[in-house]
């Protein structure tokens, strides 16, 4: 069931980013692309989690490793999306 | 707590979603990309109340990867932006496969040691762990191979060899064999090895795949790339049976093919085309051969047209991105608009090497937004232009896209440059440019070519002004 309900779900937030992009200045390309490949970086969550003391040492240092990709992807993500936003704002 | 997780998630996902809905507008984007950044927390955050996490480890990791992407976010500059955004998407990618790879083993271990009650691996979850593995593998090294293309340690252009659409054809064979195989019987003797094989194929295949596509065609491949990194971290939601990861990732995969397939349609092609035509190698008919003369100008003569123009466009490509142009363009913009002169910059949709990418570079540059105008309103009043100033664009301005129906970019809309009064090329050599492609414009009657880097170009042209 909880599949089930996990399918529902991915299939909505499709519809969900297909309507979210419709019509987005070229401008905002870029920082667009930049912040959701931030969002991506939420595989971060998936990482945590195996890394339980409950795992044992190889699936434990998979997890490790996979913390540390996904938090360069998602600090790095978001640090530099605000910097080239903040590029734009400043002229007005 | 378990309920009070989930519903923290679900708070995340719906800063996720405003955040990116803010991302698309001009005076809200930066606020969307910090409610976005506060989802992320907040995810992370809740994780961490989990049970039995090791909390050495985790928070370890947290604190490295943290400030390995601090660092290289800082320290970036604008022109290298495309690079950095191929590689942080990449290990996006890797996190997503190693996150598949560590549920299927920490699984597996637990079945040897009899423990398998609580964690059974049914074919579902291993076809989902197929899936994070192969679509993270080969967002992993595509995005590693699209970085080196874009910072110049691989070659820019399009890599071809005999049979490859053949090799890469058997490489998805096998992943899809190796894959059943593993997800028919994920508890197997077999299953392991079967496991391996798919990850070594899905990073194989992520370089075959990504080598036939040349340089002019990156924005299309960076932003699918981006895409697939939010499909990988969506299957490995699936992997652990985790909403928030289903969501976000979703968002992001949908998101990223909208803009992929706009990229497309800029360029009048289909993504079919542009993933397997091997467009711009070397071994393609680059189409009929231009037979004019090239034309040089010195910068005293390019000086005395510019110094008479009243209207000037300024068509910027990946050559301004190289050379870092963008601060001397700009001071050239303003002398000659102090000169009674209109300047405007021409941004074609796919210049550059990712989506947006001159928008960025002249942004850096203080030029105001409204001096940026789209293709499709410059053109119908190009033959008003008395300069248009071509600086390191090629394909995006190729007359052949509009005449020369052999040409492999025939029917891709261009800046009809060609039509100006008078165009200067700013180009480093005589070659042809980054797609391979012979371009008739820069043999074209009004042409004139300014040889040598972009910036020391533009510099002399400003330091023209100033002797004045």
């Known amino acids: 069931m909880e599949l089930i309900l996990l399918l529902f779900i991915f299939v909505l937030a499709a519809f969900l980013g297909f309507e979210l992009i419709a019509k987005v200045p070229s401008q905002l390309h870029t920082p667009l692309m930049s912040g959701s490949n931030a969002i991506s970086g939420i595989t971060v969550v998936g990482a945590i989690l195996a890394v339980n003391t409950s795992a044992d040492s190889l699936s434990t240092w998979l997890g490790f490793a996979a913390i540390v990709l996904a938090t360069i992807n998602v600090v790095g993500g978001y640090m530099v999306t605000d910097r080239m936003l903040g590029m734009f704002k400043k002229k007005k | 707590m378990e309920t009070f997780v989930n519903l923290s998630y679900i708070a995340a996902a719906i800063l996720f979603v405003f955040g990116i809905k803010m991302l698309g507008n001009a005076s809200t984007a930066r606020r969307g990309n910090t409610l976005s950044s506060i989802g992320m927390a907040l995810a992370v ?39 950095l955004v191929a590689l942080f998407n990449g290990f996006g990618g890797l996190a997503s ?19 398998n009650l609580t964690a059974p691996v049914n074919t579902f979850t291993a076809s989902v762990i197929v899936l994070a593995i192969l679509i993270g593998g080969i967002t992993f090294t595509g995005s590693i191979y699209a970085w080196g293309k874009l910072s110049g340690k691989l070659g820019g252009s399009a890599l071809t060899f005999p049979g490859q659409k053949a090799f890469n054809a058997l490489l998805a064979l096998g992943i899809i064999a190796t894959g ?15 496991l391996i094989a798919v990850i070594v194929l899905a990073l194989l295949l992520g370089i075959f795949a990504v080598m036939p596509i040349g340089g002019g065609d990156m924005p299309v491949v960076i932003s699918l790339l ?8 969506c299957a490995a939601g699936f992997v652990i049976t985790n909403n928030v990861l289903v969501v976000a990732g979703c968002l992001v995969g949908a998101s ?34 231009s037979t004019g003369e090239l034309k040089p100008i010195s910068a005293a003569d390019a000086y005395y047209i510019l110094e008479a ?36 910059f021409a941004i074609h949709p796919v210049a550059g090497r990712m989506p947006g ?23 119908p009043t190009i033959e008003m232009v008395d300069v248009a100033i071509v600086i390191g664009a090629n394909d995006v301005v190729n ?43 820069f043999t074209a009657p009004n042409s004139r070519m300014l040889y040598g880097d972009a910036k020391a170009t533009v510099t002399g042209l400003v330091t023209q002004f100033k002797d004045s």
Request: hydrophobic letters at 45%.
């Open chain 2, 97 to 115: 496969l190693l996150v598949g790879w560590a549920e299927y083993q920490r699984a597996a271990s637990a079945t040897l040691a009899e423990l």
């Open chain 2, 357 to 379: 990418h001159m928008n960025v570079l002249l942004a850096e540059a203080d030029v105001p937004y409204e001096q940026l105008v789209e293709m499709d309103d410059v053109n």
């Open chain 2, 399 to 441: 007359p052949a896209a509009a005449d020369d129906p052999t040409s492999p970019i025939y029917g891709m809309p261009i800046i009809e440059a060609h039509k100006a009064k008078t165009t200067f090329c700013l180009k480093r050599g005589k070659g042809a440019g980054f797609s391979g492609l012979e371009n008739a414009l």
């Open chain 2, 256 to 289: 990223g093919l909208i803009l992929t397939v706009i990229m497309c349609k800029a360029m009048n092609r289909t993504l079919v085309n542009v993933l397997f035509s091997g467009f711009g190698s070397k071994t393609q008919a680059a189409g009929s051969q």
């Open chain 2, 226 to 233: 981006n895409s697939c990194s939010g499909l990988a971290a």
């Open chain 2, 309 to 344: 123009a009243k209207n000037v466009i300024v068509i910027p490509g990946y050559g301004m991105a190289v050379a870092q142009a963008q601060h001397a363009v700009k001071e050239l913009a303003e002398l000659l608009e102090n000169n009674d002169c209109e300047v405007r």
């Open chain 2, 180 to 194: 059943v195989i593993f997800s028919v019987a994920p508890t197997a003797e077999l299953a392991y090895p079967m």
């Open chain 2, 45 to 83: 955050i809740v994780t961490l109340l989990g049970q039995g996490l090791d909390y050495k480890l985790v928070l370890g990791g947290l604190a490295v990867g943290s400030a390995i992407g601090f660092v290289a976010a800082k320290r970036v500059q604008m022109t290298g932006m495309p690079e």
